[in-house]
């Protein structure tokens, strides 16, 4: 009984590290594809698009046809009317701060 504790637990513990690397690693293609914010004085205003290609979400930049950012995110793990919406029309966001949060909270 013991080993098979030992054995759930081992694995347990190795697929959250799995997972937190790979949110590790899904945040730093994030930000080397985006600038840090600026003051809000200075700070131009971007407007992106969400959408879904080859089955995995994809950024572009509003009124461009080639991806400004492929993430490593599937769109099949997300929500059923987000895939749709992808799919179709995709889904605009202001500001690179707010993509930013999008594709964190879609990436986790």
């Not at 697929?15 to 003051?39: D, F, M, S, V």
């Amino acid at each position: 009984m013991r080993k098979i504790i030992l054995i759930v637990t081992t694995g347990v513990i190795l697929w959250t590290c799995l997972l937190i690397g790979e949110l590790a690693k899904q945040r730093a293609i994030i930000n080397a594809h985006l600038p840090q914010a600026q003051t809000q004085t200075t700070e131009e205003t971007h407007a992106f698009v969400l959408g879904s290609e080859r089955g995995r979400l994809v950024v572009y930049r509003k009124g461009e046809s080639d991806p400004f950012l492929t993430t490593d995110t599937f769109t099949y793990s997300l929500p059923k009317t987000d895939r749709r919406r992808l799919e179709q029309e995709g889904i605009e966001i202001e500001g690179e701060d707010k993509l930013r949060r999008v594709l964190e909270d879609y990436g986790s």
